[in-house]
């Protein structure tokens, strides 16, 4: 079946404008979680979203960052006057829940470049 | 929250054995985390130990000392596609996953 898809997979933006990105999950998975890998880092945790709960959002860094998720399903990702420091690949992965692996299955990540 | 180490770099022969440690300082733990990333490419799962000791998979085993707050894994037969970076994440009892910075290993003939 399909995995989880990330649109655009690169995109190159002005300082100072807004960018949203996408993230389709795979089909029946009730949770979705945003990632940023920065180049030779780890991933950042950013949001996490569970069902129907209020999604975890401990890890924006900052106003400028929004998420949400429509139906259970769709994500977007939406990031306010983008600074140059918000260059990163964006990593969505969703998961199964109430199972015992919880193996979070990736995307292929959005690549963003502020300029 | 969650506090994650792991070595930043490591080098091992083609055929030999690594082991890659990990450790972790969290509440509320529910389990730990492997996954494999190739340079450019989304991270890939390898393991998730919920329960103390070693669970193997093919060339691929993976340790848990919840006590101890510690984990390895280790890689057997290393083969040259083994080049990666192996990140450590830790899953809190609320669901949400933390990861270390991850290990690059590199592989040499």
């Not at chain 1, 209020?54 to 006057?81: H, M, N, W, Y």
Request: glycine fraction near 10%; hydrophobic fraction near 30%; charge should be neutral.
């Amino acid at each position: 079946g399909a995995g989880v898809s990330q649109s655009p997979s690169n995109k190159v933006t002005e300082k100072g404008k807004d960018v949203e990105l996408r993230c389709d999950p795979i089909s029946g998975h009730t949770a979705l979680y945003w990632y940023r890998q920065s180049l030779g880092q780890g991933l950042e945790f950013l949001i996490y979203f569970q069902g129907n709960s209020a999604p975890d959002k401990s890890g924006l860094p900052s106003d400028r960052f929004s998420a949400e998720r429509t139906g259970g399903s769709v994500s977007t990702l939406t990031i306010q006057r983008t600074q140059q420091e918000d260059s990163a690949v964006y990593l969505c992965a969703s998961s199964f829940t109430g199972t015992r692996n919880y193996e979070q299955y990736f995307g292929p990540g959005t690549r963003l470049t502020v300029t | 929250g969650q506090n994650i180490d792991q070595p930043t770099e490591m080098t091992a022969t083609e055929g030999a054995i690594v082991q890659i440690n990990c450790t972790y300082q969290t509440s509320g733990f529910n389990g730990l985390f492997w996954y494999q990333q190739h340079a450019g490419e989304a991270p890939t799962f390898l393991s998730y130990n919920v329960l103390d000791g070693l669970e193997e998979k093919g060339r691929f085993s993976s340790f848990l000392s919840r006590s101890k707050g510690y984990s390895y894994l280790l890689l057997k037969e290393l083969q040259m596609k083994d080049s990666a970076s192996y990140l450590c994440a830790v899953r809190s009892n609320a669901g949400k996953s933390t990861f270390g910075d991850g290990t690059t290993l590199t592989v040499k003939p």
